[in-house]
């Protein structure tokens, strides 16, 4: 089943009640970890101020503060990251499983960044006005893909791409993840849709804005508890 979100542009709490049924292609469910696992205590609290130390910070069991209201530029880092051999390119179907960490694929104009098989991690904007910022420049590029991930809040968040115009990329991807929440953030075009999810389960976006994106604000395959 697919469920198309039209609306562009829409503010305050979004709630979606949604069973969906097992699409065609089968795939397994994501662990539903518990409400005390899902708020998170972290073993790691890393402050960042640039798009590598963003980058850098992205692990198992941490909260990144985002500790400036300056865009990241999550682009430039992976691309100097993966010059350096620093991160690796996503191993595709029948190259082996990826252990968890952070990757890129190689798009039409760039690189995008693979968020894979990480847990319990938690996004923050400081600035209470403000929040913090994300922006890639590849318009071919998602600003955060997560793949396989559970227990994931992005909060206080601005993301997008750096030019407005035609885009093929989205702004907030899950493929196959549980428990995520997306609160108080903007999710910004040129984006094709601003959040997208797959084969995923117990999703929470609230008191955010999704706007400007090509097509939907929110597209989701085979996902429930919505």
């Not at 518990?34 to 890393?46: F, H, L, N, S, W």
């Not at 941490?62 to 880092?77: D, G, K, M």
């Not at 690796?88 to 029948?94: C, L, S, T, V």
Request: charged share 25%.
């Amino acid at each position: 089943m697919i469920i198309y979100m039209k609306r562009i542009s829409f503010c305050g709490v979004l709630a979606l009640m949604l069973v969906c049924a097992m699409t065609l292609c089968s795939w397994t469910s994501p662990e539903m970890p518990d409400k005390k696992q899902a708020e998170g205590e972290y073993k790691r609290e890393v402050k960042v101020a640039t798009g590598r130390e963003f980058v850098e910070a992205l692990q198992s069991d941490t909260r990144i503060h985002v500790v400036t209201i300056e865009p990241l530029n999550i682009s430039h880092a992976i691309e100097q990251m993966a010059q350096e051999g620093k991160i690796r390119h996503m191993p595709g179907e029948g190259q082996g499983e990826a252990e968890p960490g952070v990757y890129y694929t190689r798009e039409y104009d760039g690189l995008s960044i693979v968020i894979h098989r990480l847990h319990n991690l938690c996004i923050v904007g400081e600035d209470k006005k403000a929040g913090g910022n994300l922006l890639v420049i590849p318009r071919y590029a998602d600003v955060l893909k997560f793949d396989q991930c559970r227990d994931i809040v992005i909060d206080n968040m601005v993301m997008g791409h750096e030019e407005a115009g035609s885009c093929v990329g989205d702004v907030v991807v899950l493929d196959v993840c549980a428990n995520v929440a997306i609160r108080k953030s903007m999710l910004y075009g040129c984006g094709v849709d601003g959040f997208s999810a797959y084969r995923s389960a117990n999703i929470q976006v609230s008191g955010s804005d999704i706007y400007g994106c090509s097509d939907y604000a929110i597209m989701l395959l085979g996902t429930r508890h919505v």
